[in-house]
């Protein structure tokens, strides 16, 4: 987390580019797979990318990303199914010093269960905090849509461990990022599915499960998928 309540520099200009003058994104409900007309002319921020079986990067294998930013100059997203097992939120904050070791157990309970993830490759080092509109930090807090919020100060760490955080909330370590036109070559390749995204998936506690549901959301089985681009 950033101590400052600032957003990382390379975030705060992603989140700008994609919500100052951003093209409308494809039709409501639309799901899309390699070579869609939506995927080419809209963007993607607040809907999910979901890896296909193909994917040939192993960082992105079975991966669900909820997308902050995507414009011309670039996209970010941040996993949701990808937990850290080396660190609970209890430990974060510890090594923070938010609480000190002995106020461990004095955690509200959602506190003690909010799962900590791994956000992607980029800038592992800073923690960001997807989380459900009903909190709000001005000057910290960016919102993706009308459910989804995206925070990287300290103090939502605090808020929640005083038990005033928002309702939902996930913790990641980092981010995937994307120069432009990096994520639409990937999508023309068959590399990434997409579809709406809603706050039970990516808030849900079945953290191995999000991705056969996101699939399901999309309406794949996926054992039917292939290397052949097409329409999901």
């Given at each position: 987390?950033?101590?400052?309540?600032?957003?990382?520099?390379?975030?705060?200009?992603?989140?700008?580019?994609?919500?100052?003058?951003?093209?409308?994104?494809?039709?409501?409900?639309?799901?899309?797979?390699?070579?869609?007309?939506?995927?080419?002319?809209?963007?993607?921020?607040?809907?999910?990318?979901?890896?296909?079986?193909?994917?040939?990067?192993?960082?992105f294998e079975?991966?669900?990303?909820?997308?902050?930013?995507?414009?011309?100059?670039?996209?970010?997203?941040?996993?949701?199914?990808?937990?850290?097992?080396?660190?609970?939120?209890?430990?974060?904050?510890?090594?923070?010093?938010?609480?000190?070791?002995?106020?461990?157990?004095e955690l509200?309970?959602?506190?003690?269960?909010?799962?900590?993830?791994?956000?992607?490759?980029?800038?592992?080092?800073?923690?960001?905090?997807?989380?459900?509109?009903?909190?709000?930090?001005?000057?910290?807090?960016?919102?993706?849509?009308?459910?989804?919020?995206?925070?990287?100060?300290?103090?939502?760490?605090?808020?929640?461990a005083k038990?005033?955080?928002?309702?939902?909330?996930?913790?990641?370590?980092?981010?995937?990022?994307?120069?432009?036109?990096?994520?639409?070559?990937?999508?023309?390749?068959?590399?990434?599915?997409?579809?709406?995204?809603?706050?039970?998936?990516?808030?849900?506690?079945?953290?191995?499960?999000?991705?056969?549901?996101?699939?399901?959301?999309?309406?794949?089985?996926?054992?039917?998928?292939?290397?052949?681009?097409?329409?999901?």
């Amino acid at each position: 987390m950033d101590p400052e309540g600032k957003r990382p520099d390379d975030l705060r200009r992603r989140a700008r580019i994609a919500t100052e003058g951003r093209k409308p994104r494809g039709g409501a409900g639309a799901a899309s797979g390699a070579g869609d007309d939506s995927a080419a002319g809209g963007y993607l921020d607040g809907q999910l990318l979901v890896a296909m079986p193909v994917m040939g990067d192993p960082r992105f294998e079975r991966s669900v990303i909820y997308m902050c930013a995507h414009s011309a100059e670039g996209a970010m997203g941040i996993m949701v199914n990808r937990p850290l097992a080396s660190i609970d939120f209890p430990q974060l904050l510890v090594q923070l010093n938010i609480i000190g070791k002995a106020e461990r157990i004095e955690l509200p309970e959602n506190a003690e269960a909010l799962k900590v993830l791994s956000g992607g490759p980029v800038d592992t080092g800073h923690g960001f905090v997807l989380h459900s509109s009903d909190f709000f930090i001005e000057k910290a807090t960016l919102p993706i849509d009308k459910d989804i919020c995206l925070t990287s100060s300290v103090d939502i760490l605090k808020a929640i461990a005083k038990g005033a955080g928002p309702k939902h909330a996930i913790l990641a370590l980092g981010y995937a990022g994307w120069r432009a036109g990096q994520l639409e070559a990937e999508i023309q390749g068959n590399g990434w599915l997409h579809c709406d995204a809603d706050p039970e998936l990516v808030f849900g506690d079945d953290v191995e499960e999000k991705y056969s549901r996101a699939l399901r959301k999309i309406g794949i089985d996926p054992g039917m998928l292939s290397n052949v681009a097409g329409h999901a």
